[in-house]
């Protein structure tokens, strides 16, 4: 199969991994404690926004049965694997500068990520029918 067909046909992979990236920079949770004092929800949003739930307002929430299943997915690479995919799609680096901070061919990359995106169709596809 050509490299452009194989790109294409795992578009979809490519897609999960971008909206889970997203996803996982979202998830600094810090101490558990709220973003903002009682006196600062007050003066932000009027006397509606000092009684709500800091937590009540998670916009992702409807999403976030797919970020899971790429989660589990991507738990199940071995660990130098992930570690690419995170410095990828978390942090948001190019393959180029992912290359130079491990020390890696831009080819190895390359590679190591088209390995990476077959094997993910693979255990997210086996994870959506075994739901």
Not at 74 to 98: C, D, T
């Amino acid at each position: 199969m050509k490299r452009r067909q194989q790109r294409d046909r795992f578009a979809w992979v490519e897609v999960r991994l971008s909206y889970w990236g997203i996803w996982m920079a979202k998830q600094v949770d810090g101490l558990g404690y709220a973003g903002r004092t009682q006196e600062g929800r007050l003066m932000d949003e009027g006397p509606v926004g000092s009684t709500t739930n800091y937590r009540d307002h998670s916009p992702d929430i409807e999403f976030a049965h797919k970020e899971h299943e790429t989660d589990r997915a991507i738990l199940l690479l071995p660990p130098e694997w992930r570690r690419l995919v995170v410095r990828l799609h978390v942090n948001g680096k190019s393959q180029q500068q992912v290359s130079a901070e491990i020390g890696k061919s831009q080819a190895w990359v390359r590679q190591t990520y088209a390995q990476i995106i077959a094997f993910l169709a693979a255990a997210i596809a086996t994870e959506k029918s075994a739901a």
